[in-house]
């Protein structure tokens, strides 16, 4: 046997200071790593979940109150919301959208599709992406629109997208995903067989709310910021004094006291307060006095247009048929422009601000009494600068498979004489559409032809998105009508005094004295000064003018 060697136990020893000296400048780099910060060794070992729950608390935040204001949905079984990671996820039964084997929205599915809508309005963070996802079961479909349920699934999803974006949601935020029967909720039996129970939970459709940029401060696009002065919350009581009596002098002065161009006071040099007459772009326009004379305005030569606006819409379906059925009640012709966040129906422009009136107390006397009209003020000094109205197209079929497309779009040529043409939505969305069409009339008398052919019946309308304008509106009250200056200072003096709301005075084509507030950014401004004169009395005539600016 071998002597034990007394000094054995240092090779352990020096094993430790080994380890122990590797562990201090492993300690080391992460300390040269992090600039000189506080390091603790924990951070390194903390769980993956705490990063997550940072991340994902505005979608928790999300789901809690889509809980509180879709309860009655929920309850009734029309939709369930669970969170999956980092998305809340709204689910719907496929059956109670859409028909089976259609991709056309059913009318029961958009009220519960505004319902969610106006909750994602009311809830704190509402600046999420949303992935709509459709699903089949596994039951294969074959027809001309829709050769498998790839596209079946595709083009339901598509259709919700497209009802978002109509209803003012930003195309950016959507996207449409199509799953067919890929991803089953309830899986089938070990032959395969169907279940009518499992197909029923498989077809449905689910909105993805998620955040592709974690980082980014939700709800921050939706804070606005003004600067503009506030009417007298108590304004409301100040006002129904003044009207009653502003309303009862009216017919006693309402004289025929009209100047004369040859008259000192309306000379062309004399500065003039802010007229909705003279281009919206102008310095003039932000000013706002209602002691200065006014000028008579040669309409034609400001470049000033006028239309009524019988109202704006955030679905293109329902400007559709407001369309439709103003031209039914009135006889006028009505157009549709969009600007990316509302459908505006209007008259056709006319350059006699008169004549407008005219034509708008016409129109108000024939159509429902709830619908809110305005005079839209179209000033350019480029007309060419005025927006046109939309155009339009109707959508034959949707394909994931560019070659499918292709394949439709030869097979309608041939059969039905119809000459279409593809856009790409996205990579792999295809669209096959009509050649745009100017006439709202005749895109409807062409859809009906279309809707008659074997396998086309689920086309519909849908606007270009070329046609699309850029414009915003200020707003403008009318608060009275006179046919004497005199009168229309007096109003003013007395508003100003006992409201705090600035006006001016313009004076138009047909020689009457218009007494006008301030120029309002805020929609909601305006209309409830609007109902405040409108309420109090009518003898004032009180109309809403929508200064038009293109961006």
Known sequence: MEPE?????????????????????????????????????SDLFKSSDDQSEFITTPIEKIKEELEILLKPEIDAGQLEIFRELNDVRIRFKSDDLYNSGSAQLQDDATQILNRVLAAFQLIEYNDFEIDVEGHTDNVPISSSSFPSNWELSTSRASNIVRYFSEMGLPQ??????????????????????????????????????????????????????????????????????????????????????????????????????????????????TENTSTTTPRKVDTDAAGCSYAVQLGNFESFIQSLNAADEAERQTGYTFDITYNNRLFSVRTASKGSFSDILSIQEDIISKVDEDLVTGVIQQCYENTSKRPLPITYQIQLGFFQNEQNALNFKETIATDFDIDAEINQMSLQAYSVLTKPISSRRRIEQRLQEIKSFDGLNNAFIKYDPESVSEYTFLYQLQIASFSNRNDADILAQRIKAEMGLESSIKLYDNNRYYLVSRPFSNWEEILSLYNTFSRDSSDLSSIIYLIERVK
């Open 5 to 41: 060697d007394d000094d054995s136990w240092q090779v352990s020893y020096l094993d430790i200071i080994t380890i122990l000296l590797g562990f201090l400048v492993i300690l080391l780099s992460f300390s040269e790593l992090n600039n000189g910060e506080s390091f603790s060794v």
């Open 172 to 285: 950016k935020r959507l996207k449409a995903s199509g799953y067919a029967d890929s991803r089953p909720l309830v899986n089938f039996d070990d032959q395969g067989n169907p279940m009518p129970a499992n197909k029923d939970e498989n077809r449905r459709v689910v909105l993805r709310l998620y955040y592709s940029n974690p980082e980014s401060v939700a709800g921050a696009d939706s804070v606005l910021l003004s600067n503009e002065s506030e009417i007298n919350t108590d304004s409301s009581a100040i006002l129904e004094n003044i009207v009653e009596n502003i309303a009862a002098e009216v017919d006693e002065n309402d004289t025929e006291n009209e100047p004369t161009n040859s008259d000192p006071e309306f000379s062309d040099d004399e500065n003039t307060s802010a007229s909705v007459t003279q281009p919206v772009n102008t310095p003039q326009n």
